[in-house]
């Protein structure tokens, strides 16, 4: 158990759709990373927030955003879904000071 | 961000020492190397860091030229268990604001 939880575990919808993804950091982390993995490809790295305040973008879709609450826990908002958007989405955080990241156990998406 | 390569894939056989390299030409004086290993379904996991020489723990060695523009992650006594992809990624502990990981290295481990 690396600390960092993700919620939902899982989550079906159909295209058109907008879901919410939800990350709590590990206690103490300020900093957390978004990543999306399609099927059998690599990690996606598509945004970083550090103690609320975005602070670098990959290769997100104009369709996604994210942001990062007082209580450090932060969503990824993804709006009208394609096929294309199935994928595994996890996020990480980092203790402060160093640069080892611990990874959630993800939200595997599907969009019919 | 430093950019890594590293080959595709790599096969071994249960009970051999698997030695995987990263090359970053690119790496900056503040960068360190950080090894994960990724499960099917499973966020990644961190395997080892090091910044120079050879680094040691319990599950693998990291072996650092003095140049640093390469790494070598060694796994002794592979098993099949260790099937997995091994990602690289250089990075700075005081600058970790973009996070890439490369395309891994796919390690199949047969009977």
Known sequence: DSGVTQTPKHLITATGQRVTLRCSPRSGDLSVYWYQQSLDQGLQFLIHYYNGEERAKGNILERFSAQQFPDLHSELNLSSLELGDSALYFCASIPRGENEQFFGPGTRLTVL | ?111
Not at chain 2, 97 to 102: A, L, T
Request: charged residues 15%.
């Open chain 2, 1 to 111: 961000l430093a950019k890594t390569t590293q080959p595709i894939s790599m096969d071994s056989y249960e009970g051999q020492e698997v030695n995987i390299t990263c090359s970053h030409n690119n790496i900056a004086t503040n960068d360190y190397i950080t090894w994960y290993q990724q499960f099917p379904s499973q966020g990644p996991r961190f395997i080892i860091q090091g910044y120079k020489t050879k680094v040691t723990n319990e599950v693998a060695s990291l072996f650092i030229p003095a140049d640093r523009k390469s790494s070598t992650l060694s796994l002794p006594r592979v098993s099949l268990s260790d099937t997995a992809v091994y990602y690289c990624l250089v990075g700075s502990r005081y600058n970790n604001n973009d996070m890439r990981f490369g395309a891994g290295t796919r390690l199949t481990v047969k009977p």
